[in-house]
């Protein structure tokens, strides 16, 4: 089994940054590809960003490209997502996510593993 902790959101006013941690417990050795999900109210949950923990390939939606980055501390069993430039719309709950393996798309379907998630809410 695989366990995904995350922290840092938060409330930020738009034109903001904040950068939110996924830290890896147990079975990691299990685990090559780590992402992170969205979900706004009332909306489906839907990808964000994902890195290949194995070679640091990454993969975005358009909404963020350019505003967001994913990364890790491979030491630490650890993925980073760096928000800048946040917008209202991108007020949601975020969650990270693990896979055995990186499909090249942001599927929820691809990947198994779940945090509980994090809250952020951007301000106008």
């Known amino acids: 089994q695989v366990q995904l902790v995350e922290s840092g959101g938060g409330s930020v006013q738009a034109g903001g940054s904040l950068r939110l941690s996924c830290a890896a417990y147990?079975?990691?050795?299990?685990?090559?590809?780590m992402g992170w999900f969205h979900q706004a109210p009332g909306k489906e949950r839907e990808g964000v960003a994902a890195?290949?923990?194995?070679?640091?390939?990454?993969y975005y939606a358009d909404s963020v490209k350019g505003r967001f980055t994913i990364s890790q501390d491979f030491a630490k069993n650890t993925v980073y997502l760096q928000m800048n430039s946040l917008k209202p719309e991108d007020t949601a709950m975020y969650y990270c996510?693990?896979?055995?393996?990186?499909?090249?798309?942001?599927?929820?379907?691809?990947?198994?593993?779940w945090g509980q998630g994090t809250q952020v809410t951007v301000s106008s």
């Open positions: 996510a693990a896979a055995p393996w990186c499909q090249g798309s942001l599927e929820e379907a691809d990947f198994g593993y």
């Open positions: 147990g079975y990691t050795y299990s685990i090559n590809c």
């Open positions: 890195i290949y923990t194995g070679g640091g390939s990454t």
